[in-house]
């Protein structure tokens, strides 16, 4: 269904396109935010945040002055997920925990994302926009997923998803062609997977599956530098 929703955008953007012959070309360089929140039970939730520079380029088909259609790549920098673990120290004859060991893990976590989605605009002054923008997110994890954060026996690299983006901007026309604004934008994350319990280090019964998920929340500041033609 996700795929025939892609596809069915991607069309509408090709032939609006064609039709209008209004059609914006646009870098964008951020600064991003990441924070992320893991669970697996609820003794064993970890979180952490970082940030990164972050590059894109997105494509917009205009259908008049007001809305348009557009496709973006974006490559969200590759940052250090410091994790605490924490390992139980046992002592006498009935190995009772007296205190826990902290311990801190980096895991390399590099994020892009392929988006598809609708933009609409308003002028307020005389070259100067305000517009917002809502689409659909095709998330990948290019090193380690937060699922990953857990799994100390076996890493699943490659995780992707897709979730819902937001941004709101203005910005201002320089000259015919050339335009220059600012942009804020947020993608949350949403991804949940079973796990074997020995890959988390856990003893359970035999055949118990263990369920991890994590949200990461990324949000960006961006200079947005265009091209209309």
Do not use: C
């Not at 990441?34 to 894109?56: F, M, P, V």
């Not at 609409?120 to 998330?139: H, M, P």
């Not at 019964?205 to 200079?223: A, C, M, P, R, W």
């Amino acid at each position: 269904m996700k795929r025939i929703t892609l596809s069915a955008l991607l069309l509408t953007f090709t032939s609006f396109s064609y039709a209008t012959n209004q059609f914006n070309a646009e870098v964008l360089i951020s600064k991003s935010n990441h924070k992320i929140e893991t669970s697996a039970t609820e003794s064993l939730n970890l979180e952490t945040d970082y940030s990164t520079n972050s590059l894109g380029l997105r494509f917009t088909a205009l259908i008049n002055n007001n809305v348009g259609f557009e496709l973006s790549a974006h490559d969200h920098g590759e940052g250090d997920a410091n994790i605490w673990h924490a390992t139980p120290l046992y002592e006498g004859p009935d190995d009772i925990t007296t205190h826990y060991e902290f311990y801190r893990v980096t895991y390399p976590t590099k994020l892009a994302s392929y988006r598809v989605g609708v933009k609409g605009q308003i002028d307020v002054f005389e070259s100067v926009y305000l517009y917002g923008r809502v689409g659909i997110a095709n998330w990948r994890y290019k090193s380690l997923s937060p699922h990953d954060f857990y799994e100390t026996y076996d890493y699943r690299k490659g995780a992707s998803g897709y979730d819902v983006y937001y941004g709101l901007g203005a910005s201002y026309a320089l000259n015919e062609n050339l335009t220059i604004g600012i942009e804020i934008s947020r993608l949350s994350i949403d991804d949940s997977k079973h796990s074997n319990p020995s890959e988390l280090g856990i003893v359970l019964n035999e055949g118990d599956k263990y369920k991890t998920s994590f949200q990461h929340d990324l949000n960006e500041v961006s200079l947005v530098l265009g091209w209309q033609f």
